[in-house]
């Protein structure tokens, strides 16, 4: 007689703590108390037996409910649940019995099986304050997680600083491809549908790519194991933009059987106001929903999930310059050089951005430890960037791009005694396509590219305190593409011998020509978790990844208008490998908990933009940066405490700090994120129907470390040319800023339950700008903010 | 098996997107882009063209700046001037499209008071100046520099100075900026 019992914990709404762990220690006997030695105890996912005196112990156990089986040959099996919070002493007591022994597997959904790296989740309730906000500000609640922005609304997450190819995002197992490699190009996703938001800061999730130079972001859906059906509402009023949002979602819930999901949101905002001036033209809009539908059979589930991203942008008026010396303008003049009253109104320039993904699960549990994951996924991703134009253009887009993706994943994840075992590989093909429409050559040409990737990852328990995990990826990709060069382009960039090859064809001063590329890229981790006694733990990881150049590396060819800088890209750029070093030592005392993660990340082949001349044209001399390859080390560390000073006070405190060096041209990296550090202070109490107080202070330092990228330019002064110098290097001065969070929650009817929060955002109104900011030349930040937020849950 | 059927259905999908084809991107007319900036001042009998073309755009090529001859001192010239893309056949004439949209554009003409002074001859909508057609009062004595003639779109034409041709306070963007050098003999 075997009987299975699955136990899936439904952490995706009931998050608990990343670093909850917890020893439960006792002794098994006979109902005559003689101890029972080599009895078998299964808690959580971990198994020891018992010593010749019958007693046990068992570390690292996450808190909250976990299974507790207690089994010895000719005894009655003892199979309960526990809620644990905290050390504690369990002892059993066995009946005899001549039943044959039970079997019980345990099956905990993981993201991962990096051990080794310890990841940072965001719990649900974190991600419910921010739901007005976009994915890049609520992963700044990460030590060594910043944020590199255009204007307010477009909020990239930097990791270590890195960012875009570098940190790839993972939305429900899917990779979003969304044209990730802009620095203006959020993440196509709406902050609602996160059950579950984990970084991993390194390459080390190898299961989603080889490729995650920087680091990885994987979010997971809000999922209900039980026979459930309730519903959610958010509403959000926000001052500075005069909008809000809303968004309802609705679970049904099953173990076995049919559960369901349906998620709508809607964010409405008009210009934000810096505390001098309005920021036109910044409002923003979105209207976003996602569903999926699963049935769970008794050895299968099957889901199919669809999410449809919608999203409209404004970019500062004030951020299109014609050339350098709107740029300098602007820069010296410290105010933005458009102004206007308050409106909802977007205008160009502006951002709509669809993004449609659509995916099929199938997954096969063959017995208790092994299981089959197939996935395919389809995503669509329409770009269209609206520029301020000439001649009855305005209403046609300046950029078009349409990217389709279409993938399959097979997975595959065996459990065999103290080893876990999971392999798999995928296979993607995207295609590119550039409208021609937009009467302007495309930034990003077309192109199609074909993708297979292959994995092997391993964990093994040493012992009760000692794992090992390591890993290894192939991937092989081939590009594509099909672009217009003009001649003498083609011949500046020295491609006339090198590149001869890919010219197809002619069209007057331009080449046709199909640049086509294929890279074998090997990727690898490896690490150890090491726990010592008194809640000491240390984790170490190195990773091996690598990255090829993606579109905007190898194609760029023009004017960018918000930096009045010409980007070109090189066709002979190489793959970019970083081997990354990452070590966490985590320590707790009863009160207090301290996290120290230092980091080392060598990249070879580093791709950057770096300038190297000037072109004129008729609209004025412009310089050039191009991207070139360095060798680049960046090293740092990630702190964070968290201290429980009494039942209602509670402190946090965050810092991350990188320095990342161009080795080959001994200078500093640009864009890296300055040192910045958190505090927050934090007053509870229950009894007031659960009140929570908080205060946070948020430093950032200017960063003095950054490349001098300056250059002489030729303005009108009186009626002359006059040379000045166009400062586009010197990172603005530090700033403080002072935010306040408060909620209370109330039992309305029945079931029902309501929370409301208010929240000031810049409490003192503090004029900054933010060194990670590309409109930091054009405009101030944001100003004060009040935030109202009501939530229903039902 | 279940698996199999949805791992087959999977693939025959893959396969029908893969196999559309990826097909010669269409060139595209760039419209909007300004070629030529052509400045003519004629006096009497004397027409002077200055002329600034760049056919590669953005590419890497700078203008090729002309002047066909020297301005005389103490002169006053009627000024006009052209813009083309000369990227497309037949050669688009945007002179038309910045007069149509007057009050979205304006040309600011800048050089040294030894050079001359210049006057607007036009207006739009709103009896703002445009500046496509000026007149130009040379200096009185010789002298050599640059008249740099920049068109600048949405600029703040109500803003001081503005209309009497001061660029310090247009704001905009810069669509095209020309120096052309120039002797006053």
Known sequence: MQTKIYIVFCFCLFCSLSFAQNTVSGKITTQGGMPLSGSHIHIGTKTVSSDVSGNYSIKKLPAGNIKVFVSYVGYKSVDTLVNLSGDQVLNFTLKENTDQLREVIIRQKANTLNKSLLEQKIKTETIEKFSNQTLGDILKEVAGVSSLKTGSSVVKPVINGLFGSRVPVINNNVRLEDQEWGTEHAPNFDVNAAGKITVIKGASGLQYGGDAVGGLVVIEPVSVKRDTLFGKTILNLASNGRGGSVSTSLHKGNDKGWSWNALGTFKYSGDKEAPDYVLSNSGNREANFSGDVKFTGKKYDISGYYSFYNTTIGILSASHTGNVNDLYNSITNKIPSVVNDFTYTIKNPKQKVQHHLAKLNYNYYFDETASLAVQYSFQFNERLEFDVRRGGFSNVAALDLELTTNAINVDYKKALHDWTLKTGFNTSFQNNFANPATGIDPLIPNFERIEFGTYGIASYDVSDSFSVDAGMRYDFSQVDAAKFYYKSRWDERGYATEFADFIVGENGLKWLVKPSFTFHNISASAGFHKEFDADLNWYSNISLATRNPNPSEFFSDGLHHSTGIIELGDLALDKEQAIKLSTTLQKKWTAFSVEVNPFINSVRNFMFLRPIDFETTTRGAFPVWEYQQTNARLTGVDVQTHWKISKQWQHDFALGYVNGKDLTNKESLIDIPPLNFSNKIQFSKNEWNDLKLELKSEVVLRQNQFPDNNFITNIIVNNELVPVLVDISTPPPAYQLLHFYSEMKFKTFGKTNATIAFSVQNILNTTYRDYLNRQRFFADEMGRNFQIQLKFNY | ?185
Do not use: W
């Open chain 2, 1 to 185: 098996m279940k698996n199999s059927k949805i791992l087959a259905i999977a693939l025959i999908t893959l396969v029908s997107f893969s196999s559309c084809n990826n097909d010669d991107p269409i060139a595209v007319n760039e419209e909007e882009v300004i070629t030529t900036v052509t400045t003519t001042l004629t006096a009497g009998s004397q027409t002077i063209t200055m002329t600034s073309r760049d056919l590669d755009g953005d590419g890497p090529n700078a203008p090729v700046v002309t002047v066909s001859g020297d301005l005389l001192v103490n002169t006053t010239y009627t000024g006009a001037v052209r813009f083309l893309n000369e990227t497309v056949t037949p050669v688009d004439d945007i002179t038309l499209e910045i007069k149509e949209e007057g009050d979205e554009h304006q040309l600011f003409f800048q050089a040294p008071a030894t050079i001359g002074a210049f006057t607007y001859a036009d207006a739009d909508v709103n009896g703002k100046p445009i500046g496509l057609a000026f007149t130009l009062k040379t200096g009185t004595a010789a002298a050599t520099g640059n008249i740099v003639v920049v068109l600048r779109h949405e600029p703040a034409k109500s803003a001081a100075g503005v209309a009497a041709g001061d660029i310090t306070n247009a704001g905009g963007a810069t669509d095209a900026q020309i120096t052309y050098p120039v002797k006053v003999k």
